[in-house]
């Protein structure tokens, strides 16, 4: 690899071959290897026999010529939406169906609930067949609002609703793309390339939190889960960023804030 400090995609080692590997891959408490290799920038790959499985180790890495070695690590950044050109003051006949149904929904205060969102939301979802989901809770569905509420209502108008709406489609179109079993799940290193797609650029550990905390104990992910995960990365950096006034990457919290912050992501 050349000059290429982020972590390597699955396409990488489709396309490049490996220069040197072990000669027999086997479960062992210790592998070496002696390799003769040009000089060049090089990727090694430890791994575990078993895929899905962690564990400690240690990679000690002696040559006769001097070599410089760092852990390929991503940059953690998320990217910022593109702001969408205003549309003009008619309204189209999708999006006056949307009102419509939004109306049915909220009732004369044209604002909806947690209950009301988590009812919504799971008629929604158990119409597709090919989502595997147990449908979103009630705690979800508050995060949800935390995160779209712009108001402080607690609760969601028209407008929150439709770009929340908005965003969870664009979510299920990422889902379906990395389900290429149609299983209604991905697995955890398909969720690792459908975060980096959904604009959250994440390091390894990150990466491992979402795993333990999202995954089931065959390391799949289901749709409910995928949502409520990439709500809760957007809320996250939406608070940092919103702490972060010079925008150097660093914040100073008091307990107060910090309260506020886990409460509110």
């Known amino acids: ?49 078993e895929p899905h499985q962690e564990g400690e180790f240690i ?79 009630l705690e979800s569905c508050r995060s949800m609002i935390a995160l779209m509420d712009t108001d402080g209502s607690g609760k969601l108008n028209l407008q929150e609703f439709h770009h929340l709406w908005n965003k969870i489609k664009a979510w299920q179109k990422i889902f379906k793309h990395y389900d290429t079993d149609q299983s209604g799940t991905i697995n955890s290193y398909e969720m690792r390339n459908a975060v980096n797609d959904a604009g959250f650029h994440l390091n390894n550990q990150l990466y491992d939190i979402i ?18 995960c990439f709500v809760r990365l957007e809320g996250m950096f ?9 925008g150097d990457g660093i914040i100073k919290l008091n307990v107060l804030e910090w309260l506020q912050l886990t409460m509110y992501a």
């Open 1 to 49: 690899m050349h000059g290429n400090r982020q972590h390597l995609q699955k396409d990488f080692f489709l396309y490049n071959a490996s220069r040197a590997r072990s000669k027999t891959y086997i479960n062992m408490r210790e592998v070496s290897q002696r390799f003769r290799l040009p000089p060049s920038e090089y990727v090694i790959v430890p791994s575990t026999y």
């Open 59 to 137: 990679l000690r890495v002696f040559s006769e010529k001097r070599n410089l070695s760092e852990e390929v690590e991503n940059t953690i950044s998320v990217d910022r939406p593109v702001p969408q050109p205003g549309s003009s003051d008619q309204e189209s006949e999708e999006q006056q169906q949307f009102r419509n149904i939004f109306k049915q929904i909220a009732g004369d205060d044209m604002e909806i609930c947690a209950d009301e969102l988590k009812k919504v939301l799971n008629t929604v979802v158990n119409k597709h067949k090919d989502l595997k989901t147990h449908g979103f809770t």
């Open 211 to 228: 795993t333990m905390r999202y995954a089931d104990k065959h390391m799949n992910i289901d749709f409910d889960s995928f949502i409520c």
């Open 238 to 246: 939406r608070a940092f960023h919103a702490f972060d006034k010079d």
